[in-house]
Nanobody, 136 residues
Framework: QLQVVESGGGWVQPGGSLNLSCVGS????????IGWFRQAPGKEREGLAC?????????????YYADSVAGRFTISRDNSKNTVYLQMNNLKPEDTATYYC????????????????????????WGQGTQVTVGS
């Protein structure tokens, strides 16, 4: 059973930083596309940052960042810990949301590019989410 668990959320003041963790179990994360998504109350889910497997990066892209977070958020892997991180810097109040990670096998026919998946993920393993609140 593929599972991912998010952690690292919390409350920060505007301009602060958080580092979220997505730990996989039941699978080896380095071979999967992993994405970070968020959903705020009353808003649709938004793909923020996604990273592809090394095997698929040359044909389907390596990473994707949404314009809203590009330059502020960085997605990275620590394969020794079966973990994917989302380093979030210069946080803004509009970043307040529940943050989720998801894993997707990138060798499926419907997985075309990391960008396409990040914008419209399907048939993925999702975590429970971790809350990020940015405010005074």
């Amino acid at each position: 059973q593929l599972q991912v668990v998010e952690s690292g959320g919390g409350w920060v003041q505007p301009g602060g930083s958080l580092n979220l963790s997505c730990v996989g179990s039941g699978f080896v994360t380095e071979y999967y596309a992993i994405g970070w998504f968020r959903q705020a109350p009353g808003k649709e889910r938004e793909g923020l940052a996604c990273i592809n497997s090394m095997d698929m990066s040359s044909v389907a892209g390596s990473t994707y960042y949404a314009d809203s977070v590009a330059g502020r958020f960085t997605i990275s892997r620590d394969n020794s810990k079966n973990t994917v991180y989302l380093q979030m810097n210069n946080l803004k109040p509009e970043d307040t949301a529940t943050y989720y990670c998801a894993a997707e096998a990138p060798w499926t026919l419907e997985f075309t590019t990391i960008q396409a998946w990040c914008l419209a993920p399907n048939n993925d393993a999702w975590g429970q989410g971790t809350q990020v609140t940015v405010g005074s």
